[in-house]
């Protein structure tokens, strides 16, 4: 077993990121306060195709020194947005036919292992504040929740690593 090198990796130019067919999945950060945060579910949106993100709220913008440090460029090649009221976006992505769903610890969420995806479906995920999570108007507003089962004593987990938890699952049911 040898490590690969860059070159061997068949990264993708950003002309060519541009043009592929992008994962049905599109990304809603509100109220997201850390820059960091931001950056990594930006390089998870750029590994895994995914279609845009809207930012939301207090979700800072890029160009940003700080979110660029964990982007590495990828802020150059998701598309994104933002908007102030995640309720506008959420009714935007509905006309359009958009499912919705809240990542989100609600009652009658669906677990993520047993959520199954429809592959003629478009998906938005909303992916809440790091200490209130998806605010109760926006869960309201999604077509469903899913929550990803936690066993230990902790009951949350960081955003960044929830988003990539969730997109590679729904990455992985498309692809299947």
């Known amino acids: 077993m040898r490590k690969l090198e860059n070159s061997e990796l068949e990264r993708k130019s950003i002309d060519d990121f541009k043009v592929a067919k992008k994962t049905p999945i599109i990304i809603v950060l509100d109220d997201i306060r850390s820059l960091h945060n931001i ?60 499912l919705v769903f809240a990542i989100e610890q609600v009652e009658n969420a669906t677990f993520l292992n047993d959520f199954k995806v429809e592959k003629d479906k478009k998906y938005a995920l909303i992916f809440g504040n790091e200490v209130f999570g998806v605010n109760q108007e926006a869960i309201k507003k999604c077509d469903g929740s899913i929550e990803i089962p936690q066993l230990g004593t902790k009951h949350s987990l960081n955003i960044s690593v929830s988003a990539g938890i969730v997109v590679w699952d729904l990455f992985c049911k498309f692809d299947s």
Do not use: M
């Open 39 to 98: 950056g990594s579910v930006f390089r998870t949106a750029d590994s895994f195709l995914i279609e845009k993100i809207y930012l939301c709220g207090i979700t800072a913008k890029p160009p940003n020194k700080e979110i660029h440090k964990t982007a590495l460029g990828a802020t150059e090649t998701v598309n994104w947005e933002y908007s102030e009221n995640v309720l506008d976006v959420i009714d935007t992505l509905k006309q359009n036919n958009i």
